[in-house]
């Protein structure tokens, strides 16, 4: 992803939230009501890390809250790119995640760094880089977190799945192989989880492969995929 598509959905984003009247969900995910409707509450700021053009990034963004007439507690909406409690916007991270699944030589260390023909290098913080005693890069740490969380989200992936071979019945999707290489897990609950990966991996680039790199940002607007 490059920094104008992301500075792009960040403000398609922040448009889009600005005269929302509607929260996402009906049923309150503070208590067991289904008020149907919620009121607005606020716009909240918040900090978030994005990879783009090979650099970490830092920017503001803004989160919606609504709030509950039943019992009365808010509760924040995310969009599509961004899981709740994340740090990192989805997509960059997620592509890390099925680099790691896919190659069999690659560890978790070696897909955190960018790498362009020969050269390897750090994905570094933009704004330490004029601090060069402490510049901070991209944790391979990250990646390891991210297999555990789109390895335990299958209900999502079913729907993804679902929904691509509604448009396209026959879809070579469901006969591609999931495996990954055994040297990447040593028990059978974790060889599970990296398959799932390799499958949202699959699911994701049939997903993106008609997709121009314009659009795809209003293609994937319309799912909730992470
Ligand atoms: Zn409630």
Redesign the pocket.
Known sequence: MNLKNVHRLLLEHRAKIKSKIEADVKK?P??P?T?GMFKRHEMKARKIRAIADGLVYILLMYLLRWK?P??N?SFTEYPWFLGPHKRYMSLPVVEKVFQYVNEEKTDYRRAAIEQSGEEKKPIWYEQDLDKPDDVRAFAHTTIYRWTGYLGSREKELAALTKNLMGKNPYSELPYLPAKVSPRKYHSEKRKKLLELCKRWGQAFSLFCSDCKEKNIILRFATHKLF
């Open positions: 309150c503070k208590c009501a008020p509950c039943i019992c507690r």
